[in-house]
């Protein structure tokens, strides 16, 4: 996903909901930035309120659940790549 962002007045970028979706960042969720020249890095920290474990022959989360409709999820999921 792509979009074209402008800095307010006081030099601050907003994540519209769309971008903020697709990259699976949560209210509150801390994020990293880095710099290069021409470039900013955002990257999501990791969630300390759970973790992913195996039981049995499935791999499920064992903390708290994200405020992300279910269907949205479930696609996110299909689509997961390490």
Not at 35 to 64: C, Q
Request: proline share 6%; hydrophobic share 40%.
């Amino acid at each position: 996903m792509f979009a074209t962002l402008r800095l307010d007045a006081s030099n601050r970028i907003v994540l519209p909901r769309d971008v903020r979706r697709a990259a699976g960042i949560a209210a509150g969720q801390k994020l990293t930035v880095s710099a290069a020249p021409g470039r900013i890095i955002l990257e999501t920290e990791a969630n300390p309120r759970g973790k992913i474990a195996k039981r049995g022959k499935l791999k499920v989360w064992t903390g708290t659940v994200p405020h992300t409709p279910i269907g949205e999820a479930v696609e996110h999921a299909r689509r997961y790549e390490r």
